[in-house]
């Protein structure tokens, strides 16, 4: 049986050289049409001030004044 392992081989057994087909898929960036790529400017703009007013610490709210 050759194709068995021998420790009292004399030659070394080739190195058999495995290649796998990758499976990632390269986006570079601006090629491909991103949900965020259809939105206007002013949506935009209105989704930051959101987030920036959520992220504001409560004492910085918008008081009525009382008259």
Request: glycine content about 8%; charged content about 35%.
């Amino acid at each position: 049986m050759s194709g068995e392992y021998s420790a009292a081989r004399r030659t070394p057994r080739r190195h058999k050289r495995v290649v796998r087909q990758g499976n990632e898929l390269f986006d570079a960036d601006g090629v491909k049409l991103e949900p965020g790529d259809m939105r206007t400017e002013q949506q935009r703009q209105a989704d930051d001030d959101r987030r920036i007013l959520g992220e504001l610490p409560p004492h910085w709210a918008v008081f009525e004044s009382r008259q």
